[in-house]
């Protein structure tokens, strides 16, 4: 079993969905996980239960996108633990709409999140990471890092980014013994893809037991949504990887949907 015992994780995004589940799968393995989102009150409630379950969890609120903010969560965390091994940049939003009709500040606010804030979490990272010797970048990417799917377009931009960035840093980071990957998960059943089911069954004229049927699921092996579970247990193996052997890549965990 990978254990991340006396490891101290970051996590944005993580006081729900994916981010929670990763948060809780790295408490259990050992590590201790900061809990950052811009939704202050939900962030507590899930390092509560951490806690409660015998984890050790901070909370931080965090907008990713405001600099300042970013800043004081990273210097935060390392006043309180002393040390940052591991950080997933996870915070996401998504928009449902085709591309003549997008607004440049719709645009501007999806690319903000996973791109600036990516960014903003990297860069704060490195620098203690560097300091230190060591540690771990992880991005959570989608299949959407890969392909493109209609009405997403700042998303499957902004995930094809992540890419690029997560490449770079496993590139500058080897010699500061920093490793950094990026998680491509599927559909995973989450209030971010619960949102879209509506909206594209809206935009597309069809039912949303097409869009589940037809859409999401139509390129899978089994057509079953991948889990919570099994994003967090591929999140706990990079996080966990003992060596360089495992970086610059591209996970894909999506039931056979999108097979590198």
Same mark, same amino acid.
């Given at each position: 079993?990978?254990r991340?015992?006396?490891?101290?994780?970051?996590?944005?995004?993580? /006081?729900?969905?994916?981010?929670?589940?990763?948060?809780?799968?790295?408490? /259990?393995?050992?590590?201790?996980?900061?809990? %950052?989102d811009?939704?202050?009150e *939900? %962030?507590?409630?899930?390092?509560?239960?951490?806690?409660?379950?015998?984890?050790?969890?901070? /909370?931080?609120?965090?907008?990713?996108?405001?600099?300042?903010?970013?800043?004081?969560?990273?210097?935060?965390?390392?006043?309180?633990?002393?040390?940052?091994?591991?950080?997933?940049?996870?915070?996401?939003?998504?928009?449902?709409?085709?591309?003549?009709?997008?607004?440049?500040?719709?645009?501007?606010?999806v690319?903000?999140?996973?791109?600036?804030?990516?960014?903003?979490?990297?860069?704060?990272?490195?620098?203690r990471?560097?300091?230190?010797?060591?540690?771990?970048?992880?991005?959570?990417?989608?299949?959407?890092?890969?392909l493109?799917?209609?009405?997403?377009?700042?998303?499957?931009?902004?995930?094809?980014?992540l890419?690029?960035?997560?490449?770079?840093?496993?590139?500058?980071?080897?010699?500061?013994?920093?490793?950094?990957?990026?998680?491509?998960?599927?559909?995973?059943?989450?209030?971010?893809?619960?949102?879209?089911?509506?909206?594209?069954?809206? %935009?597309?004229?069809?039912?949303?037991? %097409?869009?589940?049927?037809?859409?999401?699921?139509?390129?899978?092996?089994?057509?079953?949504?991948?889990?919570l579970?099994?994003?967090?247990e591929?999140?706990?193996?990079?996080?966990?990887?003992?060596?360089?052997?495992?970086t610059?890549?591209?996970?894909? *965990?999506?039931?056979?949907?999108?097979?590198?």
């Amino acid at each position: 079993m990978m254990r991340l015992d006396d490891k101290t994780a970051l996590i944005t995004g993580a /006081a729900g969905g994916i981010g929670r589940a990763v948060a809780e799968r790295y408490a /259990a393995a050992g590590a201790r996980v900061a809990i %950052a989102d811009l939704d202050a009150e *939900a %962030a507590e409630a899930a390092a509560e239960a951490i806690r409660h379950a015998g984890g050790e969890a901070l /909370a931080l609120a965090m907008d990713v996108t405001d600099e300042a903010a970013v800043e004081a969560g990273v210097a935060r965390l390392v006043a309180h633990w002393g040390r940052l091994d591991i950080a997933l940049a996870n915070a996401g939003i998504q928009h449902i709409q085709p591309l003549h009709e997008l607004s440049l500040a719709d645009w501007r606010r999806v690319l903000a999140v996973h791109l600036d804030g990516a960014f903003l979490i990297t860069r704060a990272a490195l620098r203690r990471m560097y300091a230190q010797g060591g540690g771990c970048l992880l991005y959570m990417g989608s299949v959407h890092s890969k392909l493109a799917s209609p009405l997403k377009a700042p998303y499957v931009t902004a995930k094809h980014g992540l890419l690029g960035l997560c490449r770079t840093v496993a590139k500058e980071g080897a010699a500061h013994g920093v490793r950094s990957n990026l998680i491509c998960p599927g559909f995973v059943r989450t209030p971010l893809v619960d949102r879209q089911i509506p909206d594209q069954a809206r %935009a597309l004229g069809i039912s949303e037991e %097409a869009v589940i049927r037809d859409i999401m699921l139509k390129d899978t092996v089994d057509q079953e949504f991948t889990t919570l579970e099994d994003i967090a247990e591929v999140a706990l193996h990079l996080a966990a990887f003992p060596s360089a052997a495992l970086t610059g890549q591209s996970v894909v *965990a999506s039931h056979g949907w999108y097979m590198q």
